[in-house]
């Protein structure tokens, strides 16, 4: 690990916040606050509400997720290296992006897999 204590303390300053932002959205879109007692005739209308809520709830507990692996890496002492290569990741990425888990190499990699998987599905229909 080749963080200073500064850039680690600054690192889970910036993951706190992400938690608290999350957790702030979270009880304002709260899909059980949105499923109000409206009686009848509205269902449909509740229905796309409750679709868009948990679409952003699942977005959000992804986003958490990844936030609670950010915080365990930093806590290892492992926040700055690439879980595919071992490769140091470059504070200036991890500043930018505090959940980077991969270096710059293995994201691309891995985003350039996403990408033929996704033309091949294609291709195949
Ligand atoms: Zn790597």
Do not use: F
Not at 19 to 31: A, C, D, F, G, S
């Amino acid at each position: 690990m080749s963080l200073n204590n500064e850039q680690q303390a600054a690192l889970k300053s910036k993951l706190d916040l992400m938690k608290q932002e999350i957790q702030t959205e979270l009880r304002q879109h709260n899909p059980d606050l949105l499923r109000h007692d409206s009686g009848e005739g509205d269902g449909a209308i509740n229905d796309v509400l409750n679709h868009d809520a948990m679409s952003k709830y699942l977005h959000q507990h992804a986003e958490w997720q990844s936030l609670q692996r950010a915080q365990a890496r930093l806590s290892e002492n492992i926040a700055d290296i690439c879980r595919e290569c071992g490769a140091t990741i470059p504070y200036a990425r991890l500043e930018a992006e505090p959940t980077a888990e991969r270096c710059i190499k293995c994201q691309s990699a891995l985003e350039a897999d996403d990408q033929r998987l996704r033309i091949h599905s294609h291709s195949s229909m």
